[in-house]
């Protein structure tokens, strides 16, 4: 990572050279570079004679990170995530008489919520974002509840019943400790 394009070659040079001094070379078939900015921009980035390749977007550490900053994809990749883990514990675990709405709720906060929310510590919270995660808690919870929108029952009604903190509430707290976590931090 680098401010301008003459440090971030600069550092690449001197990684090339000490990863042949150890005896290794740093691969132009599998390396690529991207720059984060909000308007498309090259990035001429060179290994010995080889050029890398431009990326719009990776995933790292399994979260998809695009060029333009943006993590909308990244949002709806974990919302069809959790979607999909609803429809896997759907008639194993949401629609079973034989389970208590405590043992539905611990898989929701087991299983559920880690996986719509994985990553989330790095999400530019718009309105348009909130509501697609409250949505899809909702929907969830709406099972678990046994009730359909056409009951229409307020969603806050739905979270007092069940004794459920709203989710939204949750990532902001954990993006909040996540960014005290960054002040705190030496330069």
């Known amino acids: 990572m680098a401010s301008s394009v003459c440090d971030l070659q600069h550092s690449l040079d001197r990684f090339a050279t000490e990863s042949e001094a150890a005896g290794m070379r740093i691969s132009t078939s599998k390396s690529e570079a991207m720059v984060l900015s909000r308007k498309p921009m090259d990035c001429p980035l060179q290994v010995g004679n080889e050029s890398l390749p431009q990326a719009k977007e990776f995933k790292y550490l399994g979260v998809l990170v695009s060029r333009e900053g943006t993590m909308e994809r990244e949002m709806g990749r974990r919302i069809g995530a959790a979607g999909a ?5 759907y008639p194993t675990v949401v629609t079973k008489r034989e389970l208590s709405q405590k043992a539905k709720l611990s898989v929701y906060l087991a299983i559920f919520v880690p996986t719509l929310t994985y990553g989330h510590e790095g999400w530019v919270m718009t309105e348009r974002t909130r509501l697609r995660i409250q949505a899809a808690d909702m929907g969830f919870l709406r099972r678990v509840a046994g009730i359909s929108l ?9 979270r007092e019943g069940l004794r459920v903190e709203p989710l939204l509430l949750r990532v902001e707290m954990s993006q909040l400790r996540w960014f005290g976590h960054l002040v705190r931090m030496p330069p």
């Open 150 to 158: 056409r009951d229409k029952l307020r969603s806050s009604v739905i």
């Open 85 to 89: 883990v609803l429809q896997s514990l």
